[in-house]
Protein backbone atom coordinates (compact mmCIF):
# COMPACT_ATOMS: atom_id res chain seq x y z
CA UNK A 1 0.00 0.00 0.00
CA UNK A 2 2.82 2.36 0.75
CA UNK A 3 4.66 1.85 -2.32
CA UNK A 4 1.32 2.73 -4.21
CA UNK A 5 1.33 5.93 -2.50
CA UNK A 6 4.88 6.73 -3.35
CA UNK A 7 4.34 5.81 -7.08
CA UNK A 8 1.67 7.92 -7.31
CA UNK A 9 3.29 11.26 -5.56
CA UNK A 10 6.18 10.60 -8.27
CA UNK A 11 3.59 10.50 -10.86
CA UNK A 12 2.12 13.40 -10.09
CA UNK A 13 5.07 15.32 -9.64
CA UNK A 14 6.40 14.11 -13.16
CA UNK A 15 2.98 15.29 -14.46
CA UNK A 16 3.68 18.70 -12.81
CA UNK A 17 7.19 18.72 -14.26
CA UNK A 18 6.18 18.11 -17.71
CA UNK A 19 2.73 20.81 -17.29
CA UNK A 20 5.09 23.20 -16.39
CA UNK A 21 7.77 22.65 -18.74
CA UNK A 22 4.81 22.58 -21.58
CA UNK A 23 3.71 25.50 -20.50
CA UNK A 24 7.14 26.81 -20.53
CA UNK A 25 7.67 26.67 -23.55
CA UNK A 26 4.14 27.89 -25.04
CA UNK A 27 4.85 31.12 -23.18
CA UNK A 28 8.28 31.43 -24.67
CA UNK A 29 7.09 30.45 -28.05
CA UNK A 30 4.67 33.35 -27.87
CA UNK A 31 6.79 35.73 -26.49
CA UNK A 32 9.10 35.37 -29.47
CA UNK A 33 5.80 35.17 -32.31
CA UNK A 34 5.11 38.59 -30.55
CA UNK A 35 8.31 40.17 -30.89
CA UNK A 36 8.46 38.55 -34.52
CA UNK A 37 5.60 40.43 -35.44
CA UNK A 38 6.71 43.75 -33.82
CA UNK A 39 9.27 42.75 -35.70
CA UNK A 40 7.39 42.68 -39.15
CA UNK A 41 5.26 45.94 -38.52
CA UNK A 42 8.55 47.97 -37.81
CA UNK A 43 10.28 46.42 -40.95
CA UNK A 44 6.67 47.61 -43.12
CA UNK A 45 6.42 50.60 -41.26
CA UNK A 46 2.39 50.07 -40.85
CA UNK A 47 0.16 48.12 -38.28
CA UNK A 48 -3.39 46.83 -39.47
CA UNK A 49 -6.02 45.66 -37.80
CA UNK A 50 -4.85 42.24 -38.35
CA UNK A 51 -1.93 42.59 -36.60
CA UNK A 52 -3.70 44.02 -33.36
CA UNK A 53 -5.83 41.26 -33.58
CA UNK A 54 -2.66 38.72 -33.73
CA UNK A 55 -0.96 40.42 -30.97
CA UNK A 56 -4.47 40.01 -29.19
CA UNK A 57 -4.36 36.56 -29.57
CA UNK A 58 -0.82 36.22 -28.59
CA UNK A 59 -1.55 38.43 -25.27
CA UNK A 60 -4.62 35.80 -24.20
CA UNK A 61 -2.41 33.03 -24.89
CA UNK A 62 -0.59 34.31 -22.64
CA UNK A 63 -3.22 35.01 -20.17
CA UNK A 64 -4.15 31.34 -20.40
CA UNK A 65 -0.83 30.13 -19.45
CA UNK A 66 -0.60 32.15 -16.13
CA UNK A 67 -3.58 31.30 -15.59
CA UNK A 68 -2.86 27.77 -15.13
CA UNK A 69 -0.47 28.31 -13.21
CA UNK A 70 -1.57 30.98 -10.72
CA UNK A 71 -4.65 28.74 -10.18
CA UNK A 72 -3.34 25.50 -11.69
CA UNK A 73 -6.41 24.96 -14.04
CA UNK A 74 -7.84 26.74 -16.87
CA UNK A 75 -10.73 29.00 -17.19
CA UNK A 76 -12.88 27.50 -20.12
CA UNK A 77 -13.61 31.08 -21.52
CA UNK A 78 -9.91 31.96 -22.24
CA UNK A 79 -9.80 29.85 -25.22
CA UNK A 80 -13.50 30.88 -26.31
CA UNK A 81 -12.01 34.47 -26.28
CA UNK A 82 -8.90 33.18 -28.27
CA UNK A 83 -11.73 31.48 -31.18
CA UNK A 84 -13.71 34.71 -31.42
CA UNK A 85 -10.79 36.38 -32.07
CA UNK A 86 -9.23 34.12 -34.56
CA UNK A 87 -12.08 33.96 -36.04
CA UNK A 88 -12.65 37.89 -36.31
CA UNK A 89 -9.27 37.86 -37.77
CA UNK A 90 -9.96 35.37 -40.19
CA UNK A 91 -12.87 36.95 -41.77
CA UNK A 92 -11.08 40.45 -41.84
CA UNK A 93 -8.00 38.62 -43.64
CA UNK A 94 -10.52 36.61 -46.17
CA UNK A 95 -13.08 39.18 -47.10
CA UNK A 96 -11.66 39.53 -50.45
CA UNK A 97 -12.38 36.67 -51.88
CA UNK A 98 -14.95 34.97 -49.62
CA UNK A 99 -18.17 34.42 -50.39
CA UNK A 100 -21.52 35.80 -48.79
CA UNK A 101 -22.31 32.73 -47.18
CA UNK A 102 -18.56 31.86 -45.95
CA UNK A 103 -18.69 35.32 -44.23
CA UNK A 104 -22.42 34.23 -43.02
CA UNK A 105 -21.48 31.22 -41.51
CA UNK A 106 -17.70 32.35 -39.63
CA UNK A 107 -20.28 34.96 -38.08
CA UNK A 108 -22.49 32.40 -37.06
CA UNK A 109 -19.56 30.97 -35.45
CA UNK A 110 -18.57 33.68 -33.96
CA UNK A 111 -22.23 34.48 -32.26
CA UNK A 112 -22.02 30.96 -31.02
CA UNK A 113 -19.23 31.22 -29.06
CA UNK A 114 -20.28 34.96 -28.08
CA UNK A 115 -23.22 32.94 -26.22
CA UNK A 116 -21.50 30.13 -25.29
CA UNK A 117 -19.52 32.36 -22.99
CA UNK A 118 -22.49 34.14 -21.97
CA UNK A 119 -24.00 31.01 -20.73
CA UNK A 120 -20.77 29.65 -19.05
CA UNK A 121 -20.53 33.20 -17.18
CA UNK A 122 -24.16 33.09 -16.19
CA UNK A 123 -23.87 29.74 -15.06
CA UNK A 124 -21.07 30.25 -13.18
CA UNK A 125 -22.30 33.08 -11.34
CA UNK A 126 -25.91 31.57 -11.03
CA UNK A 127 -24.58 27.92 -10.09
CA UNK A 128 -20.63 28.69 -8.65
CA UNK A 129 -18.96 25.83 -7.71
CA UNK A 130 -18.17 24.43 -4.51
CA UNK A 131 -14.40 26.02 -3.22
CA UNK A 132 -11.77 23.13 -3.42
CA UNK A 133 -8.14 23.22 -1.30
CA UNK A 134 -9.06 26.98 -1.12
CA UNK A 135 -9.75 28.18 -4.30
CA UNK A 136 -12.99 27.87 -6.69
CA UNK A 137 -13.41 26.07 -10.14
CA UNK A 138 -13.49 28.49 -13.29
Known amino acids: MLHRKSVRKVGMKLIAAVEDAGLFLILIGTIIAIGQEVWRMVAIHRVELIDLLL ?43 AHNIHALFITGAILILAVTVFVIRFGHLKFPYQEQDGSADY
Not at 59 to 87: D, Q
Open 55 to 97: LFIFLEVITMVESYWRLGKLPVRIPLYIAMVALARYLILDTSD
